[in-house]
Nanobody, 130 residues
Framework: QVQLVESGGGLVQPGGSLRLSCAAS????????IGWFRQAPGKDVREGVS?????????NYADSVKGRFTISRDNTKNTANLQMISLKPEDTGVYYC??????????????????????WGQGTQVTVSS
């Protein structure tokens, strides 16, 4: 079965940390761009948070998470991670991982655009609250 499965979400206090994981099955994502997105409560759109390319693994981050989130990938395990520290209440939302066969999905003006990604996981809830 071809799918992406996210895990690691939960409830955390402001200033806390979480590590999200994305596992691919049924296909190899070693040659794909990986993105993390989030959908805040009451919002209709998903915001691009971070992405990582193939090859050298160049990364990109939304300004709102720079310095706090770190994306990584392990192609041998078909997994990707998003390490999140210094979490804020505004980081609350459902977090999704997604993949794209288009390198532009993590470069320039099309970087972290939802429409560039074709396969999505079901999401994992992150709640930052005291």
């Amino acid at each position: 079965q071809v799918q992406l499965v996210e895990s690691g979400g939960g409830l955390v206090q402001p200033g806390g940390s979480l590590r999200l994981s994305c596992a691919a099955s049924g296909f190899s994502f070693g040659y794909l761009t990986i993105g993390w997105f989030r959908q805040a409560p009451g919002k209709d759109v998903r915001e691009g948070v971070s992405c990582i390319r193939t090859g050298g693994g160049a990364t990109n981050y939304a300004d709102s998470v720079k310095g706090r989130f770190t994306i990584s990938r392990d192609n041998t395990k078909n997994t990707a991670n998003l390490q999140m520290i210094s979490l804020k209440p505004e980081d609350t939302g459902v977090y999704y991982c997604a993949v794209s066969s288009d390198a532009r999905a993590c470069i320039g003006s099309m970087s972290m655009k939802e429409e560039m990604y074709r396969r999505w996981g079901q999401g994992t809830q992150v709640t930052v609250s005291s």
